[in-house]
């Protein structure tokens, strides 16, 4: 699989700001990967990751949004494209030889029968691979920080709840926690690192706010933006040195990490 440069310079121009940072790390630790063929990619959304992602076509997308699907069209990225969950795929046991997944499980409630199902569609020696957030995630945010130091913990607990219901984040894990999870669906941890400073972070949290109008355009239109032109100019004024710099793959120390990465295998 070839993969695209310039990540983050790519993702500002059709995904506001806090996105195209988080993305831009995960593009940078996908693409260094190995994806051999057949590739299912299990939620591939409006198709935007994909599109600044890869050089060529991915074999299978799935995803149960309609709507996401056929803006993902447009990008004509993928050979087939499958309107269902992750627990019932149409497809034959062993199917797939790479089945990765970029900021997806976490929104799942019931994980696990995606997980064997994954299991079922992986060839023997195949690989998974999964972008997820850590236990740290939702601690990495200013409410929860600025509760914190006036000593207010039970109001920083009910903020980091409605932190991770806004963001529809049922799971959010410590590495060993996820490692559990992955060796009762039968999975072997190949390799993982955590990526996602505590700044980065904060950051991505302190700019979320101000797309509002982004999410409102998105709803209505399935697209970030009303105006492309004016996004190219603004794009410019936003891909500057400073937002650059967070904007590439920061790896962390086992434990601090807003984010992880796991390479699966069959065990």
């Not at 310039?6 to 994806?35: G, H, K, M, T």
Request: glycine fraction near 6%; proline fraction near 5%; aromatic fraction near 16%.
């Amino acid at each position: 699989m070839k993969f695209k440069p310039d990540f983050f310079q790519r993702y500002i121009l059709v995904a506001p700001l806090p996105l195209a940072l988080e993305r831009s790390w995960e593009c940078e630790v996908q693409s260094a990967q190995n994806f051999a063929r057949p590739i299912l990619d299990i939620g591939c959304g409006e198709g935007i990751f994909a599109w600044n992602l890869v050089d060529e076509k991915i074999d299978v997308g799935i995803d149960p949004n309609g709507r996401e699907l056929a803006r993902t069209k447009e990008f004509d990225l993928y050979d087939e494209l499958i309107e269902c969950y992750g627990n019932a795929v149409p497809k034959l046991d062993k199917s797939f030889q790479t089945i990765f997944s970029n900021s997806v499980m976490e929104h799942i409630p019931d994980i696990e029968p995606v997980l064997k199902e994954t299991h079922r569609l992986l060839k023997d020696d195949g690989v998974v691979y999964l972008t997820l957030p850590t236990d740290k995630f939702d601690h990495y945010s200013w409410g929860n920080l600025v509760l914190l130091a006036l000593g207010l913990n039970s109001l920083a607990k009910k903020y980091r709840d409605f932190f991770n219901s806004f963001w529809r984040h049922y799971h959010f894990y410590p590495r060993a926690q996820w490692e559990e999870m992955f060796a009762r669906n039968g999975f072997k941890v190949k390799e993982s690192f955590e990526y996602g400073s505590k700044t980065q972070c904060l950051l991505n949290d302190f700019t979320s706010p101000f797309c509002g109008f982004a999410m409102i355009v998105k709803k209505l239109t399935n697209r970030w933006f009303l105006f492309q032109p004016l996004r190219l100019f603004t794009a410019r004024l936003i891909h500057v040195p400073f937002f650059s710099h967070f904007a590439r793959l920061n790896k962390q120390p086992s434990g601090k990490g807003g984010l992880i990465f796991f390479a699966l295998q069959k065990q």
